[in-house]
């Protein structure tokens, strides 16, 4: 598949064609620099499948699977309030996944079209880095086929699941989120290891589709990366909807018997207990693929738990070597390696490139959404910075009544000496869209009262933001009972 270039000099080589590496490789194109990706994912059927992680088995089907599996929920209880009776809503899991793999594969293609048309060299194949910016290429048997060189490396081979020895992976009873993806019927009783983002994605699809779900966590405290009041509002909600979250949970064995798996864990006591599931769902976070893409003399400096160590604009010890998404620090979120891609890219360029790991979102999926972006209370707190709080209920937003969902709120922190904003965050209807306007907020540097002085569509959920960052000056609209200053 590679041929267009590939005698002349070779600017660029980037190893790994997910979101970091095949948007780096793009924008390397777009800058005139002559680049080769070298991918080695396959899908089901075995042909080259271009998007990584992200987007062969994790941020789109996923999505997808939240999609269709919301709408069931909805169709079955919810739908009749708007006065829409449905009388039977059967599920057709196998129509649900073939839509899920159609999204997938319009998708692949999508980004195998975009590395051709911007010129961008494909590879199918697994690379691997050895000294003096050389690459070798091996096949589906192993033996090399090719060696190339370039001036500049990217290294963009993402992550893969982290293995838990207490509960190990046989591919059926016992998965992790690619298994989970992919069930051929609703498990009755689903445990998952790890309360996480995955855990709560994942276990919310299959409850919706009428598992009961089990989410055993080792930490005491409910997502301890977010904000603590929106954590403890999440927690409610789901805990309310069905999913059984067992915090503080130390699971200390697993064994499948017969059609089953029993796990045995501690509880934050000491107690032990012993559960029985159908399926079992491991998802205790992920961890750089570092080990074979580096040849023994390639020479790149790992740290902790195989991280490619990079600096502020990902360059690895190696001069001319970057390395980009889940294999270097920082969150292992999709937009971030793509942006780490596009910064390299500049770079290598001879132009500024710059990330600012101050404003990355996170989203969780979940129902209701959550999402933030920048410092939260307890970060702040714990920094020494003064801050002042604003604050909004969808409750009082007349989009979210009309939505049908007035759960959770919007929160802004802001400098209390500048007012500049340090923090956003929020837990209600489309928060993974609504967190993007504080995201913009936070890259042009903007204070509460830029926001305030803003104008907002009426009716918008967005409007829940705009009295939030009113409420930072305790002067909210449509709040009572809000500060005197
Ligand atoms: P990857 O996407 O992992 O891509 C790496 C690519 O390199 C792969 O194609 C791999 O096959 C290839 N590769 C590896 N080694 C070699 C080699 N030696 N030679 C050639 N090719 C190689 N993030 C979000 O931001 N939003 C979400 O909603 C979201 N949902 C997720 C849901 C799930 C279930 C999972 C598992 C992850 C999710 N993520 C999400 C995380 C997101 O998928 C990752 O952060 C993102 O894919 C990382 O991008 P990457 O390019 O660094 O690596
Ligand atoms: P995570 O770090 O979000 O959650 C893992 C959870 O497992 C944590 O709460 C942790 O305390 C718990 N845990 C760890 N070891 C455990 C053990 N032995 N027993 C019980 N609990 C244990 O990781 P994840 O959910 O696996 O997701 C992996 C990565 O994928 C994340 O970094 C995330 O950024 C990314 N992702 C993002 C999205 C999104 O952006 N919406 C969705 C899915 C995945």
Not at 55 to 80: D, H, M, Q, T, W
Not at 116 to 141: F, P, Q, T
Not at 268 to 284: C, N, P, Q, S
Not at 373 to 387: A, F, H, T
């Amino acid at each position: 598949m590679a041929d267009k270039g590939m005698k002349d000099k070779i600017d660029v080589i980037v190893i790994g064609a997910g979101p970091a590496g095949y948007v780096g490789a793009i924008r390397c194109a777009q800058l005139g620099l002559n680049t080769v990706c070298i991918d080695d994912w396959r899908n089901d059927a075995g042909k080259p499948a271009l998007g990584g992680t992200c987007l062969n088995v994790g941020c789109i089907p996923s999505k997808a699977l939240l999609e269709s599996s919301a709408l069931y929920e909805r169709s079955r209880g919810e739908f009749a309030q708007h006065g829409l009776k449905i009388p039977q809503v059967e599920l057709d899991l196998g129509a649900m996944m073939a839509r899920k793999r159609k999204i997938v594969e319009t998708l692949n293609q999508g980004v195998s079209g975009l590395l051709k048309a911007n010129g961008v060299s494909l590879i199918c194949g697994r690379g691997r880095l050895l000294a003096n910016h050389h690459v070798e290429v091996l096949g589906d048997d192993g033996e090399v086929t090719q060696t190339l060189e370039a001036e500049n490396v990217i290294l963009a081979t993402g992550s893969r699941s982290t293995d838990l020895s207490v509960a190990p992976r046989d591919g059926k009873y016992i998965v992790d989120s690619t298994g989970a993806l992919s069930f051929d019927a609703v498990p009755k009783r689903l445990g998952v290891i790890g309360a996480g983002v995955i855990g709560l994605e994942l276990g919310s699809v299959w409850r919706r589709l009428g598992s009961e779900v089990t989410l055993i966590e080792a930490q005491e405290e409910f997502l301890f990366m977010a904000d603590r009041q929106i954590a403890k509002e999440g927690l409610r909600y789901f805990t309310k909807q069905g999913l059984d979250i067992r915090l503080g949970a130390r699971v200390v064995g697993s064994r499948v018997e017969g059609e089953e798996v029993v796990l045995h864990y501690q509880d934050a006591d000491g107690k032990d207990h012993e559960m029985r599931f159908d399926r079992l769902i491991v998802a205790v976070g992920r961890e750089p693929n570092s080990g074979e893409v580096l040849g023994v003399d390639a020479g790149v400096s790992l740290g902790a738990r195989g991280m490619v160590i990079v600096d502020d604009t990902c360059r690895t010890n190696i001069p001319g070597v970057y390395a980009v998404g889940d294999l270097v620090r920082g969150p292992m979120l999709a937009h971030k390696g793509s942006e780490e891609g596009v910064m390299v890219a500049e770079v290598i360029a001879g132009h500024h490139g710059q990330v600012d790991y101050g404003a990355i979102p996170s989203v969780m999926y979940t129902d209701p959404e959550i999402a933030w972006v920048g410092r939260n209370e307890e970060e702040l707190k714990g920094l020494g910075i003064d801050y002042n709080v604003g604050s909004f209920a969808f409750a009082a937003n007349g989009r979210a009544l009309a939505h049908g969902d007035t759960r959770g709120m919007i929160k802004v922190l802001a400098d209390a000496k500048t007012d500049r904003v340090l923090g956003v965050h929020m837990i209600g209807p489309d928060c993974s869209e609504l967190i993007a306007q504080a995201v913009l907020v936070m890259q042009y540097q903007g204070s509460s009262e830029d926001i305030a002085l803003t104008m907002f569509a009426h009716p918008s959920l967005s409007e829940s933001l705009h009295e939030a960052a009113l409420d930072v000056a305790g002067v909210a609209i449509h709040k009572v009972g809000r500060k005197r200053r």
